[in-house]
Nanobody
Framework: QLQQSGGGLVQTGDSLRLSCPAT????????MSWFRQAPGKEREFVAG????????YYSDSVKGRFTIARDSAKNTVDLQMDSLQPEDTAVYYC?????????????????WGQGTQVTVSD
């Protein structure tokens, strides 16, 4: 299990940063992504990054507000979330997968974080 960190309770328009370690088993993974799941809804792709190329991918709902990036100094993959909205409220999960991973498909990932709550109030 990946020991992700970050999250919390913020107001509309605020920012948060989530972090996921890229060490050990995940250092051999090719794709790292963030998903989220709101109560009563399916797990949803948020953002992903291919480790070797640095190419990034975003869902339409977060494009322009969220940024996924590698932090080489800390050896993490971080999700910077800006301009947060109430509809961003969910449990956020980081995930790591091999080269055959289909980035937006949560079922193709090998490792998962424990999840962290992000709550955005009006």
């Amino acid at each position: 299990q990946l020991q992700q960190s970050g999250g919390g309770l913020v107001q509309t328009g605020d920012s948060l940063r989530l972090s996921c370690p890229a060490t050990g088993r995940t250092s051999r993974m090719y794709v790292m992504s963030w998903f989220r799941q709101a109560p009563g809804k399916e797990r949803e792709f948020v953002a992903g990054i291919r480790w070797s190329s640095g190419n990034t991918y975003y869902s339409d709902s977060v494009k322009g507000r969220f940024t996924i990036a590698r932090d080489s100094a800390k050896n993490t993959v971080d999700l910077q979330m800006d301009s947060l909205q109430p509809e961003d409220t969910a449990v956020y999960y980081c995930a790591a997968g091999p080269s055959i991973t289909s980035i937006p498909d949560w079922r193709t990932y090998a490792y998962w974080g424990q999840g962290t709550q992000v709550t955005v109030s009006d």
